[in-house]
């Protein structure tokens, strides 16, 4: 890959429209050409003027590579295995890894030990523990890893995130979010074979859809030190894994926190309420409704002569901020891996970040499964240990149907 020679990109979240000669992109491998690795390649297709070029692609089936042919033209060379994409690895410098996330953990560690950079879709793995192989050979190697949480570039989010770190609700005490977008029929969950099982996907609704909600959740609001799950495994479904969860989270400064995913209700709702001492935000869909307090409401409650909230001026507005619509966001964390990987920007989402959003969910199981509060950071060694008794008994159970 040749030095750029055109503009930088400012910062990681402003990287849209920077043109880049053909000559300092960054060339990239497609591995998984299902629904989304299509959409991914196609995007970066239809961005000729972007930090990334698509290169080779990995086509196993022959309908996969009528695809590529068809879609990607004879700039993308097509290989039928992992194998043999490598055999020709000096066409490439990036990876892109699009598979059932089964697959993630020995791609990922295939491609550093080649010398190759990494951009993964969500989520990093089954589990915590299969996941720091990951970052382990990223470590080793030096090389970039980045991970596709889109949602980070939502500017609903950005600017909840902004107003936390400006300290516009003082100090925050407590968060909820109620989550039911993904709703999912009973075709979604056999249209793949690996779809909603312990053994493929490491769980249901917290390890497919909820990740990009675990990541959000994260990200505004870090890891707590302890949580409470109620996981009704099968609510809506004749599966073993989770289709709704129920998380009760503690933090070490006080704050916590409720998180609710479902993919059984049909009417969708994202709802994020955060209370702080100096006010309130509320997130509904696109709408951002603050409160702010003209004095600490803990300082109020203490020295105020009457007995409710009467005399604690409240302000309030409201702000709209709807995203596009299509794969804009998407474009924005490919666009975004390109510039990281010439030294020019942050990632948006480091792949090392894949680890957190595992371990909420993973911790999530243990608590349900032991009917116990768990502490965090997790023992992943004992996670795993669990989860390969669920995939036996999910064999078994497969086997006797």
Not at 16 to 41: E, F, K, N
Request: glycine residues 8%; aromatic residues 8%.
């Amino acid at each position: 890959m040749h030095a750029p020679t055109t503009p930088t990109a400012p910062n990681a979240s402003d990287t849209s429209g920077t043109p880049h000669a053909p000559d300092a992109r960054v060339r990239v491998a497609l591995i998984g050409t299902g629904g989304m690795g299509r959409q991914y390649a196609e995007l970066i297709r239809d961005h000729p003027d972007g930090p990334l070029v698509l290169t080779a692609a990995c086509c196993r089936s022959p309908e996969s590579q009528r695809w590529a042919a068809e879609a990607l033209g004879p700039g993308t060379a097509t290989y039928p295995s992992v194998d043999e994409l490598y055999r020709h690895a000096d066409d490439f410098d990036a990876v892109l890894i699009v598979t059932q996330q089964e697959l993630h953990p020995a791609l990922a560690v295939q491609a550093f030990e080649h010398g190759k950079h990494v951009l993964c879709d969500k989520p990093a793995a089954r589990s915590l523990g299969e996941c720091r192989a990951m970052t382990e050979a990223a470590d080793r190697t030096g090389l970039t890893f980045g991970m596709i949480f889109q949602q980070r570039c939502y500017a609903r989010h950005r600017r909840v995130r902004q107003l936390l770190r400006d300290g516009a609700l003082g100090e925050v005490r407590r968060m909820q979010l109620t989550d039911t977008q993904y709703f999912r029929t009973v075709s979604y969950h056999h249209s793949r074979p690996w779809r909603s099982s312990w053994e493929h996907e490491g769980g249901g609704v917290l390890t497919s859809q909820g990740p990009h909600i675990l990541d959000l959740w994260q990200w505004l609001f870090g890891m707590p030190s302890a949580m409470r799950a109620v996981i009704p495994f099968g609510k809506y479904n004749d599966f073993a894994v989770d289709d709704e969860s129920t998380l009760v989270m503690t933090y070490p400064d006080g704050r916590t926190g409720a998180f609710v995913i479902s993919t059984g209700e049909p009417v969708p709702e994202t709802r994020l309420d955060i209370r702080g001492s100096r006010g309130r935000l509320l997130m509904d869909g696109d709408v951002l409704r603050l409160w702010t307090y003209d004095r600490d409401a803990d300082e109020y409650r203490r020295t105020a002569a009457c007995t409710d909230a009467r005399e604690l001026g409240i302000a309030y507005r409201e702000e709209r901020i709807p995203d596009p619509v299509g794969l804009e966001h998407y474009w924005e964390v490919l666009e975004n891996f390109g510039f990281a990987v010439m030294g020019e920007a942050e990632l948006i989402a480091d792949g090392r970040e894949g680890l957190r959003c595992l371990e909420l969910a993973d911790a999530a199981y243990l608590s349900a499964w032991d009917d116990a509060t768990v502490a965090l950071p997790l023992d992943a060694d004992r996670f795993d240990r669990e989860l390969r008794a669920h995939v036996d008994e999910e064999r078994a159970q497969r086997a006797e149907a």
